[in-house]
């Protein structure tokens, strides 16, 4: 006997058919002899909807989000209605959705009063989606004869106060996972838990960030002792581009780790980027797999990398984000000023994407996400302030409209002319590359173009992913 979780993300749980599926797939892992784990998102459009309704809160009003509420009510009991046979069951879930949703309207009621939404009230709020869409799951299970029972993540995933992108207090998480969770799936129950959301020490709501439930699936896995984590999602696996840009693009049938941890930090969608770290040192394969198409075995991602045809295994890129460029004289072999930069960054709450600098060290060049730009060049500006004072320091310039262009493959390691091969091919096209990065594993080559060139310079290099070069 195996022990499955499987992560549902929104738009498995977000329609009549979508949920089918689910049940569908979950009879059939426990009908071969597994027990599961399953973790889901809220439905479809959900999560954006309640963020919206913080808005009109925040601008008093009442009626807008009294509105959203009754539509969220609304959706939720007529796939209630649709998916749920009349009788006790239906008549408790509805109750209960009912509950939970007026205790979103009195949230929203408390920030309208005070004209203001802490991070710590917006995430109980975005957190009622999860709870939702977990008590629907659960009970359409059951109905379907499966011992099924809805569970809070914030029973298990205890993190710190960080709200909005918490992290997880990976001891008191895994005690709790151990001493909660482990006893009821013995005991013959799949527990439906809601991903995305966990709780401080003192019981506080917190979420882990947009896409998070991806991470929660990971969390349960690791500390479940699952045999293997399975993300459902609306695709049939991670590929090798962004089908929107390129039709060409196919499923991958076998990733490593290192390689899907490239593809979600730089834009590809399938995963959240933190996922694979609570399963990375327990080696636990992940397989992404398709809700609608169930019978596609998807893409499975271990810790070793499988042989491929192609030296570049895939290309993904990032949008909406700016490059700062740092300048001057005066930096020239003065020690910490990339550090100063980067801390002052960092202070105003801007991640840093990619970093690029000079041998002489006289400019440096990073980037960050284009709601952060114009804050992290204010504060980096007031870090150097005397230095720019002196012209030691030229102000920090913004470029905006760029991406991030990345190629992964852990074929490329060690392999010489791989990058003359991708610069060259932008190249013959007259595409500019205004920066380039590349760590030390060899992994990924990122660099930066103008947005305009985004697509011809995915779909050139595209063509390096679907080229059978023998490594």
Request: hydrophobic share 40%; with cysteine; net charge negative.
């Amino acid at each position: 006997m195996q022990t499955l979780t499987m992560k549902f993300g929104g738009t498995s749980v977000g329609s009549l058919e979508a949920i089918k599926n689910v049940i569908q797939i979950t009879q059939r892992e426990i009908g071969s002899g597994n027990r599961v784990v399953l973790v889901v998102s809220a439905m479809s459009g959900v999560t954006d909807t309640l963020l919206s309704s913080i808005q009109l809160a925040l601008g008093g009003d009442k009626w807008g989000y009294l509105s959203v509420a009754e539509k969220l009510r609304e959706r939720h009991h007529d796939t209630i209605k649709r998916l749920i046979n009349a009788g006790d069951a239906r008549d408790k879930l509805s109750a209960t959705v009912n509950k939970l949703l007026d205790e979103y309207v009195e949230l929203c009621h408390a920030i309208s009063i005070l004209g203001e939404a802490t991070p710590r009230i917006r995430d109980a709020i975005t957190a009622f989606g999860e709870r939702l869409s977990a008590r629907v799951i659960a009970t359409a299970l059951a109905q379907n004869g499966i011992n099924a029972k809805p569970y809070d993540a914030s029973e298990f995933v205890i993190t710190d106060n960080n709200y909005q992108s918490a992290l997880p207090l990976w001891d008191i998480t895994e005690a709790k996972i151990r001493e909660k969770l482990l006893p009821v799936i013995q005991s013959g129950i799949t527990p439906v838990i809601t991903g995305f959301i966990g709780a401080t020490p003192d019981g506080a709501w917190t979420t882990l960030g947009r896409g998070g439930s991806d991470y929660s699936g990971a969390i349960f896995a690791a500390y479940t002792h699952s045999d293997e984590l399975i993300i459902w999602t609306d695709v049939d696996g991670v590929m090798t581009t962004d089908p929107r840009i390129d039709k060409r693009a196919r499923v991958l049938p076998y990733v490593s780790y290192q390689e899907v941890g490239e593809l979600a930090y730089y834009g590809a969608k399938v995963l959240h980027p933190k996922t694979v770290q609570p399963i990375l040192n327990l080696k636990m394969p992940l397989r992404v797999r398709n809700t609608f198409n169930p019978d596609h075995p998807g893409t499975l991602i271990t810790s070793e990398s499988q042989r491929s045809s192609t030296i570049i295994k895939a290309v993904t890129a990032i949008r909406s984000v700016s490059m700062l460029t740092v300048s001057g004289k005066g930096m020239i072999g003065v020690p910490g000023m990339a550090g100063r930069a980067f801390l002052a960054t960092a202070n105003a709450g801007a991640n840093i994407l990619m970093i690029s600098q000079s041998s002489s060290e006289q400019s440096m060049c990073f980037v960050v996400t284009d709601d952060k730009a114009e804050a992290a060049r204010m504060g980096v500006e007031t870090e150097f302030r005397a230095e720019i004072a002196a012209q030691n320091v030229d102000s920090v310039e913004i470029m905006p409209d760029i991406v991030i262009v990345t190629v992964v493959g852990s074929g490329m390691r060690g392999t010489p002319g791989i990058a003359g091969r991708v610069f060259t091919v932008l190249g013959d096209e007259q595409i500019n590359v205004l920066a380039i990065a590349q760590g030390s594993s060899e992994c990924s080559i990122s660099f930066i173009v103008n947005e305009h060139d985004l697509e011809r310079a995915v779909t050139l290099l595209h063509d390096l992913a679907l080229e059978a070069v023998p490594i």
